[in-house]
């Protein structure tokens, strides 16, 4: 009667043990860092030994940002499922992996911007996973998602556009181009504060932003300036419409806050008028 029980302790124990394993071995967390390291990795390995053949490289790492999210979420995404979260992850690594092109070809570089790089995709990891738990249950770390979300939109948009005006192409490709990247980066920046499952819910507002954001553009490549300053003052606006654009839906467009981004509006239209060469 003894060997029973002990064969049913010993199963038990088994169960145990995997389920421990399974936490530790195989949590979110872990799933991330892994995902980092082997991104970052393969984006020195692209950018520093391959140099300019490594760009479509690029664009696989930028897949596989995706990828990796999906497999560290997929638990969480069988009854949440929202393509949106799967924006900002993909341009994220597309717009460092094409701004490397236009750093300094050193070491220490290098290693500055995949730690930048690292730093940012594991905090960007964390802000989607909140995301996706925040649309079944509220927490109180979906306000420093957000911000956080935020910032990384803005310099991944930054640095896209600087790639975008460095090409000096014909206007209409170069507004074809910001208008790819725009509207879905539009659409997530809105989508992190309605948390809308259908894409096309808030449609007239990206599709409106994202227009007016083309319009400048447009005023930018006519313009004498360098693509870095044109690429900032675009960002610039980005953020200021994105900006009240999230105020709006959280229903907290204040006088103070139009203020505020209407003083970044200035300052950003000064700087522009600073940096252009004219004549």
């Not at 935020?150 to 181009?177: A, G, K, M, Q």
């Not at 409106?208 to 005023?219: G, Q, R």
């Not at 006519?222 to 900032?232: D, E, H, K, N, R």
């Not at 006088?255 to 950003?268: G, K, P, Q």
């Amino acid at each position: 009667m003894a060997i029973p029980k002990r064969t049913g302790n010993t199963r038990g124990q088994r169960k145990r043990i995997k389920s421990f394993l399974a936490r530790v071995l195989f949590s979110k967390r872990q799933k991330f860092i892994l995902s980092v390291v082997i991104l970052s990795f393969g984006l020195f390995i692209a950018e520093y030994l391959l140099g300019k053949s490594g760009l479509s490289i690029v664009f696989v790492l930028s897949l596989l940002t995706t990828f990796f999210l999906y497999f560290s979420l997929r638990e969480d995404l069988k009854d949440n499922f929202s393509p949106q979260i799967f924006i900002l992850p993909f341009f994220y690594s597309l717009s460092v992996g094409l701004f490397y092109l236009l750093v300094p070809a050193r070491f220490i570089t290098r290693i500055g911007m995949t730690t930048l790089y690292a730093l940012g995709l594991y905090s960007l990891y964390l802000c989607q996973n909140i995301f996706t738990v925040s649309s079944i249950r509220t927490i109180q770390l979906l306000s420093g998602a957000r911000t956080v979300s935020l910032v990384l939109t803005v310099l991944s948009y930054f640095f896209i556009s600087n790639v975008v005006f460095s090409f000096h192409i014909n206007v209409f490709i170069t507004l074809l181009l910001i208008f790819i990247y725009t509207f879905p980066l539009v659409l997530q920046s809105i989508w992190i504060h309605t948390m809308e499952k259908n894409p096309f819910a808030q449609i007239f507002w990206v599709l409106s932003l994202s227009i007016c954001l083309v319009e400048v553009s447009l005023f930018l490549w006519l313009q004498p300036s360098s693509p870095t300053v044109a690429a900032l003052f675009l960002t610039a606006i980005f953020y200021i419409l994105v900006g009240l654009t999230q105020a709006w839906f959280e229903k907290r467009l204040f006088r103070s806050v139009i203020l505020e981004y209407f003083w970044v509006s200035v300052i950003s239209f000064l700087f522009l008028i600073l940096f252009t060469t004219f004549g």
